[in-house]
């Protein structure tokens, strides 16, 4: 769905700048998201705050091949 008629940005796109860092409505100008009309701004205020609340992806690493190659023995 295009949010940003001005600047034909999508949802993915917006998404994205909110991943890459943008925290805030001017992050996201800087990535030239909502820059001219404004007509985007609360759209784009509630996928801000709708990713306050999801935290990042926990680290989960990967086991070592020493210990995958025990487990196989």
């Known amino acids: 769905m295009i949010v940003c008629l001005c600047r034909a940005k999508n949802e993915r796109d917006v998404l994205r700048a909110i991943e890459a860092g943008s925290e805030t409505l001017a992050g996201l100008q800087e990535c030239g998201i909502g820059t001219d009309c404004g007509g985007c701004h609360n759209f784009l ?7 306050e609340s999801v935290p990042p992806a926990a680290f989960v690493p990967m086991p070592s091949t020493e210990a995958w190659s025990e487990s196989v023995a």
């Open 45 to 51: 205020r509630k996928m801000l705050s709708a990713n």
